[in-house]
Nanobody, 124 residues
Framework: QVQLLESGGGLVQAGDSLRLSCAASGRTFSPYAMGWFRQAPGKEREFVAAISWSGRSTYYADSVKGRFSISRENAKNTAYLQMNSLKPEDTAVYYC?????????????????WGQGTQVTVSS
C-alpha cells in the first residue's frame, strides 16, 4: 500500500503561482510512477501531468504544457506540481496518484493509489 497526502492548494489570483506537494508513505521502497489529475465541479477527472520513477520522463496535458512542471524527490518520497500563470479554468480539486512501476502513466486507470485531493481556486 502507498498512502498519498497532497498539500499546497489555496485561493490565488489569475497569473499567480502555486506549488502542490504530494508526500508518499507506506510501500515507498518499491519504484512507483506518479501523476497529477484534477476535477472541476461538474466535470470528469482529467490528467494533468505525470513523471516516471527516475524523474527523467515527464508528460503533460496540452492545457498545462509550458505553465506547469512536475518533479519529484525520491529521497523525500515527495512529488511536486509547480503551477505558474494560473488561469480561472485551472480551478479544481487536484489529486496525486501513484502507480507501482518505472514508466510514465497518463491514464487514471493506470494508477492504483490516490490522495484525498487539495483545492485550487483561481479568481479572475
Amino acid at each position: 500500500q502507498v498512502q498519498l497526502l497532497e498539500s499546497g492548494g489555496g485561493l490565488v489570483q489569475a497569473g499567480d503561482s502555486l506549488r502542490l506537494s504530494c508526500a508518499a508513505s507506506g510501500r515507498t521502497f518499491s519504484p512507483y510512477a506518479m501523476g497529477w489529475f484534477r476535477q472541476a465541479p461538474g466535470k470528469e477527472r482529467e490528467f494533468v501531468a505525470a513523471i516516471s520513477w527516475s524523474g527523467r520522463s515527464t508528460y503533460y496535458a496540452d492545457s498545462v504544457k509550458g505553465r506547469f512542471s512536475i518533479s519529484r524527490e525520491n529521497a523525500k518520497n515527495t512529488a511536486y506540481l509547480q503551477m505558474n500563470s494560473l488561469k480561472p479554468e485551472d480551478t479544481a480539486v487536484y489529486y496525486c496518484a501513484a502507480s507501482l512501476g518505472l514508466g510514465v502513466v497518463t491514464t487514471a486507470g493506470g494508477y492504483r493509489y490516490w490522495g484525498q485531493g487539495t483545492q485550487v481556486t483561481v479568481s479572475s
